[in-house]
């Protein structure tokens, strides 16, 4: 079976690309966000064969086009549920939005600004007091707790994402 993995046979890439990102979440998930550059982020680039599609993978709803292996992956070392979709920013798009629930932003094609405002009142244990601009490059991955707010913006060329969003498990 194809599954679009460059890696078929170890899957090694992906492991060290979701291993990274569960350490990093291990640390500042709920309380700020983080900017993390994931190793065997080339693997799972490589994985999505360029431009990635916009349709869904008929096996698992709300994950997009081949991510399930990394859906799945962070999935259970995270013990909770992964959706995956693709976003497509326009040139000089800007888009201020609050994380409904947990979100890593990774960039697939071009980059974009980003930033993340701090923990709205009543969030304890936030450590993020002012708001964290950044700029995000493919092969970085951005991590947005849940309830804070945050923008993407400052696109010079139309930029795709990969958001992965992080389910607390259904019981």
Partial sequence: MDNGWAWVEDGAGLDLFVRDLALCLS???DRSP???WPDGVDTVLAGMRGVPRQRADAELPGVAAGTADLTTGLGELL???VGSRYVTLPTGAEGPATAATDLVV???LGGC???VDPAPPGRA?????RALEVRLRVGEALYVPRGFGYTLAGTRSPCTLLVLALHPPSW
């Fill in 106 to 108: 990774l960039p697939v």
């Fill in 27 to 29: 640390v500042h998930r």
């Fill in 34 to 36: 983080a900017l993390v």
């Fill in 79 to 81: 013990g909770c549920r």
């Fill in 125 to 129: 244990r936030a450590a993020l007091t």
């Fill in 113 to 115: 600004a980003g930033r």
